[in-house]
């Protein structure tokens, strides 16, 4: 390509030499940012399958597309920098500095993240769907927390301990704490049964 490129600014005058060195560069940014474009239109299309095959909620998608929009078009950025001829130290200084405040900032939120990977797993493994009767587990022999789960979402699953929506008690617990526990599920009618009140005794 290099040689291409010089066998055409030296065949060319000097008046369009001049405009070729301003017009293949920019040329080269246009196609990154146009592959970066076709990249992220892929990315949104494997999205909306795995939205549509694992049930996942919308807000799980949108985090996993800006997470992907930020590496590409970071990536995009630094190469159309170095097209334009931008110094490769400048570039690098710029990269491990962006790469520190992530580390930083990655293990400075690690068990918000977490949640939010215990929350994609939920999903894609079925663990348990809202309307499930749930336990989390002490250890064998000792009862846990339970309830109906009512809502998943990034980082906490409510369960539903007593009563109902409007007038009972809920159980806001961190998704990654269904990981970390052995997790009882009821199925069919037994699932009624086990949220069901205690009977009263009467005097």
């Not at 985090?63 to 170095?82: D, K, M, Q």
Request: hydrophobic share 55%; aromatic share 10%.
């Amino acid at each position: 390509m290099n040689k291409l490129f010089q066998t055409l600014h030296d065949f060319l005058p000097d008046w369009a030499s001049d405009w070729l060195d301003i017009l293949v560069p920019l040329a080269e940014v246009a196609l990154i940012g146009l592959g970066a474009w076709l990249v992220m239109r892929v990315a949104h299309m494997a999205a909306r399958r795995l939205t549509s095959a694992y049930s996942l909620p919308v807000k799980v998608a949108s985090l996993f597309l800006r997470a992907v929009a930020s590496v590409v078009y970071g990536c995009a950025l630094l190469w159309a920098l170095a097209r334009l001829g931008v110094s490769g130290s400048v570039l690098w200084g710029a990269f491990t500095g962006f790469a520190t405040v992530g580390a930083v900032a990655f293990f400075a939120a690690w068990s918000v993240l977490s949640n939010l990977f215990c929350a994609l797993l939920i999903y894609i493994t079925r663990a348990f769907r809202i309307g499930d009767v749930v336990e989390l587990l002490e250890s064998g022999d000792k009862p846990g927390v339970k309830g109906r789960v009512v809502e998943i979402n990034l980082v906490y699953t409510t369960l539903l301990e007593s009563g109902d929506v409007d007038s009972g008690t809920s159980l806001q617990l961190p998704n990654s704490l269904f990981f970390q526990r052995t997790l009882r599920r009821w199925h069919g009618p037994s699932a009624h049964e086990a949220i069901a009140p205690a009977p009263q005794n009467r005097v």
